[in-house]
């Protein structure tokens, strides 16, 4: 039997869709009248019997029969059914179909146009889409996780679009399912249920993937989706209202919560105001490249640290025209002041409280170009290239020409990611995003800078690289081992074994080394290159250690920096070398001024909180400074 069309007419359908979807059964049913979408005009207009509506005599009974595979479950109520109806293709009929209705409930249109469905697909078929709502709702868990890391971050993200790119893909790619999942007839409650709590366990899985395994973590997650489903299909009334208060909780409390705690935990700022400006007219305009390989230690700390005295590397880089200086010392035992350091010339920081959120930005923005030596080259007519490292304190800023973006996967997405159910694939895929960064930036400066170097113009080319600072995950030929003993961003912590850590260190010095040596084959000799070390290695376990328990050995080892250039004809980089002063020397001998340099001075601190503020940092004594510098 078929149903007669003008009984299915779509307009006498569009109210009750808003009704069912508010699921006018049982206790829902007076709260949708106020509505208004549950008249009982609506029924009147129903060719169906008001009640008695049961399986045995109603017109529509006859359209349920082409549904084979259903029959003999129907019995069984309404979550039993859908799944049957899946398999049997005809799900579209019977995704909103629920038992009270069927056996006389007022709400009879609900199985009216479920009727619809069977007679004229085409018709009903809009209601079996989500709604938008559901659709907006969805961010919440797709976006939450980015936009947390982002919020608690705010200050050292770079490319913060790279983690809305990350959301929105999630999101796209849930939205598609849920599609999917209403195409094919699952229940609105089932699959927004289903989708949402899928997507945030994606999105926040990593630590359960980590813990369990992806097997286990799977099984763990699908058993929980499915009791969530099954728990939220029976109250479908409340499920707007749960979803709402979850995305809100989630997206509003949350991060903004986050945000809120990041901006009050900003401190002062406690940066040296920038250095007063140096006019320079250079006589010689040389391409400069210098090149930061992060935490190498120096020629002395290999010696008294790792057993290695006279390196293949030292006498590799002499055979190519090198000048290698037996002593160079950085000022500074991290990254984020020993850059601004060379770049401006001078002390970004002093002794007193510590390196606070508000300093590090600024520090960051003097490694981002907002520095003397980009300026004075600048003016002198440079264009500056900056490679990004993958690390979040070195991103390009304004000042810099042309800039060459970390990879995708920098330090701000790695964590993301790292939260993510893919963290634990995306680490044993690339390692992180030091590795990935060093590896984009050694192929970048292999196929370009000889290029760069060969123009008529002169270049600035700045190129910070996390290596050979860990996680120690490229062995000396570059290639990578993401096995867990080479994780971890210190060489040592307790329990490690710190023998086999080192020889890790070594050989990714090694996969450094060999980069530079084949990489000075292809700059000419009339280009300056600088490789440089911002500080030292840490087998001391000194970074946890307050400034005052520092041994001689700890200062030595974290202050002691690989340094090795090329290209400065009769000039010399006045020794023993303190970083802060290597550009001014290269500054004076190109510009044939001098200018008088600064004494040599050294602080320390650790990356740990002492009673809830950043280490306090401390000035060595110029007797200490000068001993470890051997004079
Ligand atoms: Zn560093």
């Not at 709260?31 to 049961?54: I, M, T, V, W, Y």
């Not at 590896?439 to 700045?462: A, F, R, Y």
Request: glycine share 8%; charged share 20%; with cysteine.
């Amino acid at each position: 039997m078929k149903l007669q069309e003008s009984a299915f007419h779509p307009d006498t359908f569009n109210r009750s869709d808003k009704c069912r979807t508010r699921n006018c059964s049982g206790r829902a049913e007076q709260k949708c009248e106020r509505l208004g979408g549950c008249q009982s005009s609506d029924l009147e207009r129903s060719p169906l019997p008001r009640s008695g509506g049961s399986l045995e005599n109603s017109v529509w009974k006859a359209d349920f029969q082409p549904l084979p595979a259903c029959q003999g479950i129907i019995g069984f109520g309404p979550h039993n059914f859908w799944p049957c109806c899946l398999r049997s293709g005809y799900s579209a009929a019977v995704t909103e179909l629920r038992w009270p209705t069927i056996s006389g409930h007022p709400s009879g249109k609900s199985v009216l146009t479920d009727l619809n469905h069977v007679a004229h697909q085409d018709i009903g078929s809009r209601r079996d889409r989500a709604w938008w709502i559901d659709y907006v709702l969805l961010a919440a868990p797709t976006f939450s996780t980015p936009m947390l890391l982002w919020a608690e971050n705010y200050v050292g993200v770079g490319h913060p679009s790279r983690l809305v790119l990350i959301g929105g893909t999630a999101w796209i790619m849930s939205a598609l399912i849920l599609v999917a999942m209403r195409h094919v007839g699952a229940p609105r409650t089932i699959s927004v249920v289903g989708v949402w709590s899928s997507a945030y366990v994606f999105m926040r899985g990593g630590t359960l993937v980590q813990t369990l395994g992806y097997g286990f973590a799977l099984l763990a997650t699908v058993a929980v989706i499915l009791g969530l489903c099954f728990l939220l299909s029976r109250r479908t009334e409340r499920l707007q209202e749960v979803l709402l208060v979850l995305a809100s909780a989630l997206l509003t409390v949350e991060v903004i919560v986050a945000w809120y705690m990041s901006i009050d935990s900003l401190g002062d700022d406690h940066a040296q105001p920038p250095p007063p400006e140096i006019e320079m007219t250079l006589q010689s305009k040389p391409d400069i490249v210098l090149i930061v390989a992060d935490a190498y230690v120096g020629l002395d700390g290999l010696e008294r640290y790792f057993g290695v005295s006279d390196p293949a590397w030292k006498n590799q880089l002499l055979g190519q025209g090198f000048t290698v200086p037996d002593v160079a010392y950085s000022p500074y035992v991290s990254t984020s002041a020993a850059i601004p350091a060379i770049l401006d010339m001078a002390y970004p920081i002093e002794g007193g409280p510590g390196i606070t959120k508000a300093t590090s930005r600024t520090l960051y923005e003097r490694i981002g170009g907002d520095n003397r030596a980009v300026r004075i080259l600048s003016s002198n007519g440079y264009q500056t290239t900056m490679i990004e490292s993958g690390w979040s304190g070195s991103a390009c800023g304004d000042q810099i020409d042309k800039c060459v973006p970390s990879p995708f996967l920098n330090e701000s997405t790695f964590f993301t990611l790292n939260k993510t159910w893919v963290g634990p694939w995306v680490l044993a895929q690339y390692g992180y995003s030091f590795t990935v960064g060093a590896l984009n930036t050694m192929t970048w400066l292999q196929e370009n800078l000889g290029v760069i170097t060969q123009d008529s113009k002169p270049d600035l080319v700045i190129a910070h690289m996390e290596i050979p600072h860990p996680p120690l995950f490229l062995d000396s030929e570059c290639n990578l081992d993401t096995s867990p003993d080479r994780s971890g961003v210190t060489l040592q912590w307790p329990g490690v074994d710190l023998d086999s850590r080192k020889e890790a260190y070594l050989e990714q010095a090694a996969c450094f080394d060999g980069f530079i040596q084949s990489l000075a084959k292809s700059v000419s000799d009339d280009s300056l290159l600088l490789i440089v070390s911002d500080h030292g290695s840490d087998s001391h376990h000194q970074l946890a250690l307050h400034p005052a328990e520092w041994s001689e050995d700890a200062m030595r080892e974290r202050l002691n920096v690989m340094f090795a250039y090329r290209g400065l004809n009769e000039c010399k980089v006045e020794e023993p070398v303190l970083l802060t002063n290597v550009l001014r020397d290269v500054l004076e001998c190109l510009a044939d001024t001098r200018i008088a340099n600064h004494e040599p001075r050294m602080f320390l601190y650790s990356v740990l909180e002492f009673d809830g503020e950043p280490s306090p940092i401390v000035e060595l004594s110029p007797v200490v400074v000068d001993k470890l510098l051997g004079q």
